[in-house]
């Protein structure tokens, strides 16, 4: 599988500012997904980064407070914008590695995240 | 719409006792299921996935899933628990779009000596 790393592995940030997640693989992948973990809770999709497009962003997120960059199949960064106590998340990167045949065998791999605290 | 469901917020387990973790899914067509585990400060490791064929599927750390398409289910199992196995557990379904997971509450397991 392939071996995910992000950057920073945690911060805390005040309010109002911006924060910008690497993750980075060590292969090649079509497909990168970024996810927000509350505490206490599971995992929500923020959005689908594919390299040379715009990012895919799911209900109630939106491009002005996660700007996400996918300059190339090894890369992406996510930016979590003008920052709240709010949004004090774990936020994970994951990659899909695709065998060959679409869907049936994809599997989503994990970075170690990122835990951001807001003041 | 698809959902996952993993009914047990919290199971507390003695040390080399068997272990069963809850996932119930709804979804229109042949899901696509896995199970994740979390350990404190760590990010999500896989430790099992069915896509089609053997419905008892095998993963790593000595867990195993079975899937029961009557039931709409997808237990997690391991026989004999050790006290490393303390840790967050998730169930994922594959959605409709390629590639998008959506995670079950997730379970949070305590081994005791």
């Known amino acids: 599988s392939a071996v995910i790393s992000q950057k920073p592995s945690r911060d805390i940030c005040q309010r109002g500012t911006s924060l910008t997640i690497q993750c980075q693989v060590d292969s090649q992948v079509t497909m990168m997904f970024w996810y927000r973990q509350q505490p206490g809770q599971s995992l929500t999709l923020i959005a689908t980064?594919?390299?040379?497009?715009?990012?895919?962003?799911e209900s109630g997120f939106v491009i002005d407070k996660f700007p996400i960059s996918r300059p190339n199949l090894t890369f992406s960064t996510l930016t979590v914008s003008n920052m709240s106590p709010e949004d004090s998340s774990i936020y994970l990167c994951?990659?899909?590695?695709?065998?060959?045949?679409?869907?049936?065998?994809?599997?989503?791999?994990f970075g170690p995240g990122t835990r951001l605290t807001v003041l | 719409a698809q959902s996952v469901t993993q009914p047990d917020i919290h199971i507390t387990v003695s040390e080399g006792a068997s272990l069963e973790l809850r996932c119930n899914y709804s979804y229109g067509a042949t899901p696509y299921l896995f199970w994740y585990v979390q350990s404190p400060g760590q990010g999500l490791q896989l430790l099992l996935k069915y896509f089609s064929g053997d419905t008892l599927v095998q993963g790593i750390k000595g867990f195993e899933a079975e899937f029961k398409r009557s039931q709409s289910s997808f237990n997690l199992r391991k026989p004999s628990v050790h006290w490393s196995d303390a840790a967050e557990y998730f169930c994922?379904?594959?959605?409709?779009?390629?590639?998008?997971?959506?995670f079950g509450a997730g379970t949070q397991v305590v081994v005791t000596p």
């Open positions: 980064a594919n390299q040379g497009s715009e990012a895919t962003y």
């Open positions: 994922a379904v594959s959605s409709d779009s390629w590639g998008k997971l959506q």
């Open positions: 994951s990659v899909e590695e695709s065998l060959g045949t679409p869907k049936s065998t994809d599997t989503q791999y």
